[in-house]
């Protein structure tokens, strides 16, 4: 038996020396980490089980130089909690997929799904392996696995781009309910050099699927950051507000932040000028456990801002406008961002509260090209069909269709108030006057009175009073009352059945 023990030692030892000592050199020499030092900053120290760690390559003569083919796999536990962790290894043939490296994969997956773990991707890979994929028997059964496509957001699924990824790698990227990329790195469908040889097309990989492109066009990444360790803090953080899967509400955090503290600072922070610009995330931080918030796509439209954060330790989704971006107008990218983040929310339970300062959407012929129409109606398909507790707040402006994607009253919500201060109609009486009376403003002898007049006739009550008058909204808040409020409400929506939702949109896609 001690020889038979000594030989799995050896076999062991092999392994994790991956694609040898060599590669581990160059990977380092690189500035860049191996697959296994990415798992040990994202689990708890010594909590790592991993299986699969004998595999190799099938291929007849590539056993020697195929440790783990290519994916290390194995459950660890982050903060306490257990997860199931993948990584890609760049030391065995940089980290493509072989026929063992998808099998092992897919098993991983499968568990997660089983055991109610959330799947954590450490990512960097080349895609589909040649030889294994080719031939009409090699490609067959490398498709798509039904794991992936049939996740359903039963437990969260997040991402790490750590290194250049192509196929693999990036289907569960997009795939996933939380991306991170490192810069510098690539995320695309094929590389630099596979899109020159198919198409003739020369491009650099940055370009090509490098962070920027990501943050300001896809919107296929929610963070990115300089290190691989800030990276792998990000998703750390993200899971913390998040369940370990869709039968369970997200944990509690207490603290010592008081719910009865008052916000008398935000007087302060929102200009009575309905044209002056202010920051939204100050009055998020001021309304929020100890002032901390994590922003989810923040160069991804602008103009809204998509967060988790905590009150009273419960977890909650804010979508909020952002007056610095486009006076806090709405386009395409805002209502992809604001789908996404309600489908996500409301699959793990996390009650959402919206916070409006929006004059209206930006209506242009880009963005009619962009299916603008389209993009506001599954917003608010998405909005109506969601079941978590919500809460809304009028803070400043709240114009047009834009006050009911933001979730106004027959939209869903548990609650919708505004401060005195909030303006809400259907369009400015400005924009109104100029749509009902141009031509004739245009041809007028003395135009200028002749609007003055028209903006006197057209002085709608655009206060939340009469709204509110009519039991149309449900209150009007002092401003500096409303973390008290959202702590008050957030516990009466969850009364019942804690913040658990029905989980409608959990089978919409991920990214729109």
């Known amino acids: 038996m001690e020889s038979y023990v000594e030989d799995l030692k050896n076999r062991r030892l092999r392994a994790e020396r991956m694609g040898g000592q060599h590669k581990i050199d160059a990977l380092h020499a690189l500035g860049k980490k191996t697959a296994r030092e990415r798992i040990a900053i994202l689990v708890d120290e010594g909590s790592f089980l991993e299986f699969g760690k004998l595999n190799t390559s099938e291929i007849p003569g590539q056993e020697e130089k195929s440790s783990g083919d290519g994916v290390i796999c194995g459950v660890g536990r982050v903060d306490g909690r257990p997860v199931v962790v993948q990584a890609g290894d760049k030391t065995v043939f940089a980290g493509t997929e072989g026929a063992v490296h998808i099998r092992k994969t897919k098993a991983a997956h499968a568990y997660a799904l089983k055991r109610g773990l959330p799947l954590v991707n450490l990512s960097e890979g080349g895609g589909l392996r040649m030889p294994d994929g080719m031939g009409s028997d090699g490609i067959s059964d490398k498709l798509f696995p039904q794991e992936m496509l049939t996740h359903h957001r039963e437990v969260p699924m997040v991402t790490a781009i750590l290194g250049d990824s192509f196929g693999g790698p990036t289907w569960l990227a997009v795939s996933s309910d939380f991306v991170t990329q490192l810069n510098g ?4 469908v094929a590389g630099p050099r596979m899109l020159e040889m198919a198409t003739g097309e ?9 962070v920027e492109v990501h943050h300001h066009y896809t919107g296929q990444i929610d963070q990115s950051s ?12 993200f899971l913390s507000f998040l369940p370990s899967h869709s ?22 922070l929102v200009p009575e000028k309905r044209n002056r610009a202010y920051n939204m995330k100050k009055v998020i931080a001021a309304l929020v ?3 901390n918030f994590f922003e989810i796509k923040p160069e991804f439209g602008p103009a809204l801002l998509t967060v988790l954060a905590r009150i009273e330790g419960r977890s909650v989704g804010i979508i909020a406008n952002q007056p610095m971006k486009y006076a806090g107008a709405a386009g395409v990218q805002e209502c992809e961002k604001a789908t996404d983040f309600i489908c996500m929310c409301d699959s793990f339970h996390i009650p959402l509260i919206f916070l409006h300062d929006i004059p209206g959407f930006r209506v ?8 603008i129409p389209t993009k506001i109606m599954m917003w608010n398909q998405a909005l109506a069909q969601s079941t978590v507790p919500k809460v809304s707040v009028v803070i400043r402006k709240s114009v047009g269709a834009a006050y009911g994607n933001m979730c106004g009253p027959t939209m869903g919500a548990d609650f919708v108030v505004a401060w005195p201060s909030a303006e809400i109609n259907f369009t400015g009486p400005e924009v109104g006057i100029n749509v009902v009376y141009g031509r004739e403003l ?9 609007r003055e007049k028209l903006l006197e006739k057209w002085s709608f009550d655009s206060s939340p009073y009469k709204a509110a008058a009519k039991h149309l909204i449900d209150d009007v808040i002092e401003p500096g009352e409303t973390r008290k409020f959202l702590a008050k409400t957030l516990e009466l929506a969850c009364y019942k059945k ?3 939702s029905e989980r409608k949109l959990a089978n919409w896609p991920t990214g729109f």
Not at 364 to 371: D, F, N, T, V, Y
Request: net charge negative.
């Open 185 to 188: 790195t690539c995320m695309g």
């Open 202 to 210: 020369k491009i650099e990989e940055e370009q090509l699927g490098g």
């Open 226 to 237: 300089e290190t691989e360790e800030e990276c792998i803090a990000q998703i750390k953080r």
């Open 247 to 268: 039968e369970e509400e997200p944990p509690l955090f207490l603290n010592d932040d008081s719910v009865e503290r008052r916000v008398d600072q935000l007087l302060s």
């Open 289 to 291: 456990d100890d002032g």
């Open 364 to 371: 242009s012929s880009e963005a009619e090209k962009g299916k």
């Open 442 to 450: 245009m041809q007028s002898e003395n135009p200028k009175e002749d």
């Open 498 to 500: 804690g913040s658990l």
